[in-house]
């Protein structure tokens, strides 16, 4: 079946850690997207990829760090920056300008 | 810059009552319009979408109709279940922002039996 793959589901990272985030697709789609969600409130974009080896700051980028270099694949590294790094992160990809597939996310918590 | 409103929640209604949540847009060009499902849990699934004014999109009893001159795309349902309790988030997408989405805040809806 086709879709979205993140892992892990759930991670815990310690203060000064850095963690990365997987996402892999087989859908075939050009664009890539790493959502942040927190509690009761609507999802922020860290980083978007619409080809491979290309990628652009969202919102809320400070921290975080990403590579594209297969188009299956969307790596999301929070770093030791990232003061506040507990939440639910979500991947997306899309075909161009049509709606987002969503992964299941993964919830980070700090230790 | 692109923004989307929705209705405060959360929202409780007791089964096979009428749902509507209230979703507008600020735009700078001719967005598209989706709403989408979460589940406790999990990531976010496609409910509806809707690609120009005046369209509808509908599925699973859900509809939304695209309204330029209000800039809104509310949320019907006319007899919600005990199952379609979840977060629901309304979201535009434009040609000038390319594929990126910008979310509501997301609405909280508890149906009980």
């Known amino acids: 079946d086709g879709g979205i793959t993140q892992s892990p589901k759930y991670l815990f990272r310690k203060e000064g850690q850095n963690v990365t985030l997987s996402c892999e697709q087989n859908?075939?789609?050009?664009?890539m997207y790493w959502y942040r969600q927190d509690p009761g409130q609507g999802l922020r974009l860290i980083y978007y990829?619409?080809?491979?080896?290309?990628?652009q700051k969202g919102d809320i980028a400070e921290g975080y760090s990403v590579s594209r270099e297969k188009k299956e694949s969307f790596p999301l590294t929070v770093t030791s920056a990232q003061k506040n790094p507990t939440a639910f992160y979500l991947c997306a990809s899309t075909p161009h300008r049509v709606a987002a597939f969503f992964g299941q996310g993964t919830r980070l918590t700090v230790v | 810059g692109n923004s989307v409103t929705q209705m405060e929640g959360p929202v409780t209604l007791s089964e096979e009552a009428f749902l509507t949540i209230n979703c507008t847009y600020t735009a700078t060009g001719y967005p598209s319009l989706f709403w989408y499902v979460q589940y406790p849990g999990e990531g976010l699934q496609l409910l509806l979408k809707a690609t120009k004014a005046d369209d509808k999109g509908s599925n699973k009893g859900f509809e939304a109709t695209y309204r330029k001159e209000t800039t809104s795309f509310h949320l019907e349902k006319g007899s919600v279940q005990v199952s379609d309790s979840a977060v629901y988030f309304c979201a535009l997408s434009d040609r000038n922002s390319g594929s990126r989405l910008t979310f509501g805040e997301g609405t909280q809806l508890t149906v009980n039996p």
């Open positions: 990829s619409q080809i491979v080896n290309d990628f």
């Open positions: 859908l075939n789609h050009d664009a």
